[in-house]
């Protein structure tokens, strides 16, 4: 007689208790599974369920009582079992035996410490456990010690040396994790607990081989002085070289052309999401098919998966690959997180992903049929958990890369910063008393920010006093349209600074009392750092008003194909405020006067006018 080979059916993800409590009869003793149309299905004894959960929360008694319980500690089994299956069958060929007790050897040595530090010394925004960390190491490991890459054994002087540069370079990749600049600055600090025979300076963190050399060079040998942004390119898609973006940039390069999946993660205004459409927008169209997904609280899993089924064709039976012949499709989802939870904690859209990270396929909505998909990469952006942003789950986290993108430091956001607006004013020649003050500009912007955040705190009745790296970005996007004409004087391009600043963070102020203590470190700033004040730039404390509407040449033009199109006239001060609260008014009145508009009757008091203005 032919044996019974047992049959099983594994599930993963969230419990969920409407379709849990449906399999109460399949997990008795008998079997049977009902149908919703009433039939009813005995299943053989050779058939038996195995649900691998992170929890319990949502489960019910009777659920949990008809199903035997094992729990797994994730420190029982460690990463030593893994680290060990990883190197023989990813390095046994290249290494070579005496190859591979040298990369276990540096794993034995060094991992360990390097997990406790990262533990105890390091802050994590999104924690990583330590088997994922190590997972991260070991992927990121292999995409560079490669042949390719100079790593021979044949070549005995460098041999181990170019194992051990790899193994320290990608050990912050460990504390990839890290938020804070403190917390980045400690990662840096690994090499102190790394006493090996090869030279362990603080550098080699922040270094690249030089390629077809098997020598390293500082990342700051990759910068240049001579940065310029592309014509044409909007101020949100520039990238000014820093030795955090160019390394940042090299290890997601590196995870893109492996075709692994990526999660990046920072706060809010660190570019993320520059870095990363940058480099799709680098790829060969005609070889990789690259969309870009914006998740929101309300991306349902449906909506997700039309999406993606519109960049993919079928291949042959239910296999579906990249849309026309492409050999690989990159999806980058910004606010990876976003997705609101259902009643039973999971993230359905988030949940849909996993599945095709485990498995590589999801079902068709109409023939209920596998769709299976290959050659698809996953790159995600988000920032941490907080408001309507939720934690993923450490499941779905377990099988991607994580990278977090720390805030600029104090130099780096002057340099990048003065290098924009230095740009600006010598590209279009402005006289030599304003080019002098890009970089007094920028200290300014920056001691303001750090001020701000400081003295206006988010409270119940001010929650949205919320200040980031985009806050101090906007100051200078107003900047960006300063007119050379207009702004020929050292005043008058701190005039510009300080109605830029008052648009971009006073705004935001709720009441008086705040708006006077904001201008109050204004004018602090203007004393310590601007060489000037509040009175010699604004006599009698008037009103601060710039426009691009206001003058001759805002006028509607009479043979523009659309009737709203205007001729702006440059970026300049309004020094007649009742001149230009006519011209609004004017304007106003011709809308109104439209047929296709509805009419809107306001009434344009002092505040009105100052938010019309403010209005981009």
């Known amino acids: 007689p032919i044996p019974c080979v047992p049959w099983q059916s594994q599930t993963s993800g969230q419990v969920d208790t409407l379709w849990i409590e449906s399999m109460n009869t399949v997990l008795d003793d008998n079997k049977v599974l009902t149908l919703i149309n009433g039939d009813r299905i005995a299943l053989t004894p050779q058939v038996f369920l195995l649900f691998e959960v992170p929890d319990l929360s949502v489960a019910s008694p009777a659920t949990v009582s008809r199903a035997g319980m094992v729990y797994v500690d994730a420190g029982a089994l460690g ?106 600055h400690q990662v ?44 044409e390119t909007a101020f949100s898609d520039m990238i000014v070289p820093t030795v955090d973006t160019i390394r940042n940039s090299f290890i997601i390069d590196t995870i893109q052309e492996q075709a692994m999946n990526l999660i990046v993660a920072g706060g809010t205004g660190t570019g993320k999401s520059v870095v990363v459409k940058s480099l799709l927008s680098g790829l060969d169209d005609s070889k990789i098919l690259s969309v870009v997904i914006n998740f929101s609280s309300a991306t349902k899993a449906q909506a997700l998966q039309f999406l993606l089924d519109g960049r993919i064709s079928k291949h042959h039976a239910n296999v579906f690959h990249p849309a026309n012949g492409r050999s690989r499709l990159v999806v980058f989802i910004d606010d990876f997180n976003m997705p609101a939870r259902d009643l039973f904690g999971s993230q359905p859209p988030l949940e849909l992903l996993r599945q095709w990270i485990e498995h590589q396929f999801w079902f068709d909505l109409e023939k209920l049929a596998v769709k299976k998909v290959e050659h698809m990469q996953l790159i995600g952006a988000m920032a941490p958990p907080g408001g309507a942003r939720s934690k993923i789950t450490p499941r779905l986290q377990s099988k991607m890369n994580l990278l977090n993108f720390t805030f600029p430091g104090d130099k780096e956001i002057v340099k990048i910063f003065t290098t924009i607006l230095n740009h600006k004013l010598n590209a279009e020649n402005f006289d030599s008393s304003v080019k002098g003050q890009s970089e007094t500009l920028s200290k300014m912007t920056l001691e303001l920010y750090k001020k701000v955040t400081e003295k206006f705190l988010p409270t119940p009745s001010r929650c949205h006093y919320l200040f980031n790296m985009r806050h ?145």
């Open 472 to 616: 101090i970005g906007a100051v200078f996007q107003g900047m960006l349209q300063a007119d050379k004409n207009y702004t020929d004087s050292r005043d008058s391009v701190q005039k510009l600074w300080a109605h830029e600043c008052l648009r971009v963070f006073s705004d935001r102020l709720i009441n008086t009392d705040d708006r006077k203590i904001f201008q109050g470190i204004v004018d602090d700033l203007l004393k310590t750092i601007g060489e000037s004040s509040w009175d010699v730039l604004f006599p009698g404390n008037q009103v601060v008003t710039f426009t691009a509407f206001h003058g001759e040449a805002a006028e509607i033009e009479e043979d523009a194909e659309d009737e709203d199109e205007f001729s702006l006239c440059p970026y300049q001060e309004v020094l007649d405020r009742e001149h230009l609260k006519t011209f609004i008014s004017d304007k106003l009145d011709v809308y109104n006067m439209m047929p296709a508009n509805i009419p809107m009757n306001l009434v344009l008091f002092e505040d009105a006018v100052n938010h019309v203005i403010d209005v981009r």
């Open 188 to 231: 840096r600090r690994l090499p102190a607990l790394h006493r090996s025979s090869a030279s362990t300076s603080g550098n080699r963190l922040r270094s690249l081989r030089s390629p077809g050399e098997k020598t390293w060079e500082p990342w700051q040998a990759k910068l240049t002085s001579t940065w310029r942004p592309q014509p």
């Open 79 to 184: 990463w030593r079992p893994m680290v060990e299956s990883w190197s023989q069958r990813e390095f046994s060929e290249l290494l070579g035996e005496a190859g591979l007790e040298y990369l276990v050897a540096l794993f034995d040595t060094h991992m360990e410490k390097t997990l406790n530090y990262k533990n105890a010394e390091c802050h994590e925004p999104i924690p990583t456990g330590d088997f994922n960390a190590v997972q991260s190491f070991c992927r990121l490991f292999q995409s560079l010690a490669t042949k390719r890459n100079g790593l021979n054994p044949k070549d005995e002087d460098n041999f181990n040396r170019l194992i051990e540069h790899y193994f320290m370079f990608f050990a912050r990749v460990v504390g990839g994790c890290v938020a804070q600049r403190g917390g980045a």
